[in-house]
């Protein structure tokens, strides 16, 4: 009877080690709470987590299982959650969605070994409302959220992979709206929390590759660039693509950009400090040069470093990214008429393209 017993134990562990995926599991307590995850090939690789997209009201992990399978066949260990849709009965409104991503995180970080996956190394990939919840991730990364989880784990990751997200809501083309209203519950005070574009900051080294669609009709282009540029004030380590396709490209593994897409998750464990920037408007070209005064300013602020005798423009833009002054002509600027705050400063001249930020007190 004991080698019965001992012979039945031993098949049940080959049974569980014959079975690398996992199906809807939960790491919460609503239905749609749950996560697939698949187990890498070899143990401590690093770990892909996919955010579906659907404007926060739709959607399901399902529709991912190619993406998933892409990075799976790449090395990764995967895992492909669901959320709290905007539409589900008893939807509490925003954090809930942030939250159920948090907590997914951390229930990845808490069972890395389970799926060979090291909790140091882990990067997110989203498409559309998936990728705007990346970026707030990789952003915000607010540790209270796991507060409605029970999980005590850290929230870090090194890196996120955001095909078309929505960043800046002011921005989105207003047929949109339909979508973002529900995910914030019709309060503006969210409407600030919940926008990547609200939440950018110094010192985050979270690395960043943002793909936008040149044919974007959902959500537009505008607030991809300004987004962009918005983050090069900050010195955040990224990658930007703009590139033809519309709101539904960037989904079929068989684009190049899936290529890319790997390129930049590999570069994140093999000791490249910030991956190699490329597309338009990147990393503060020749900003050296660049000296604002006096910084803070009042009444008038001054550039320094450029040659008034070539052409050049001058753009000073907002918190949001919104254009506050534009000057062809002049290097000084009448600041009496912004309010307190900070802002960011862009000239264009010849080849240089540089930043710097000044603060109006």
Known sequence: MKKLILLTLLLQLLIV???????????????SQ??????????????????????????????????????????????????????????????????????????????????????????????????????????????????GCGYNAGLKVS???AANPALNFEYINPARYADIKPMVVDSINYWDDAAPAHNLSNGNKTKFMIIAGQSDGFLGTQQSLVFNDSMSTYDYCKRFYFLPGTHTSFLNVSEPIFNDM?????????????????????????????ELYPNPAHAKIKIKGVDTNSAFEVIVLDILGKIQLRSSSEAEFDLTGLPSGLYFLNVKQGDADMYSKFIKE
């Open 159 to 161: 890196g996120i992979i």
């Open 17 to 31: 080690k014959a079975q690398p995926n996992g199906v809807d599991i939960a790491y919460g307590s609503t239905a």
């Open 34 to 147: 749950k996560l697939d995850y698949t187990t890498a090939t070899n143990p401590n690789s690093p770990i892909m987590i996919i955010v579906h997209g659907g404007g926060w009201a739709a959607g399901d992990k399902a529709g991912f299982i190619n993406v998933a399978n892409f990075f799976k066949n790449n090395g990764y260990a995967v895992v492909n959650i669901n959320y709290r849709l905007s539409g589900d009965p008893g939807y509490p409104g925003h954090p809930a969605i942030p939250q159920d991503v948090a907590c997914a995180i951390a229930w990845t970080k808490l069972n890395a070994n389970l799926i060979n996956g090291d909790s140091s190394k882990v990067i997110m990939y989203g498409h559309s409302a998936g990728a705007h919840l990346c970026m707030l991730h990789g952003l915000a990364r607010q540790q209270g959220l796991l507060s």
């Open 262 to 290: 790997l390129a930049f998750a590999d570069s994140l464990w093999n000791g490249q400090l910030c991956p190699s920037a490329i597309g338009i408007s990147e990393n503060k070209k020749n900003n050296q040069i660049l």
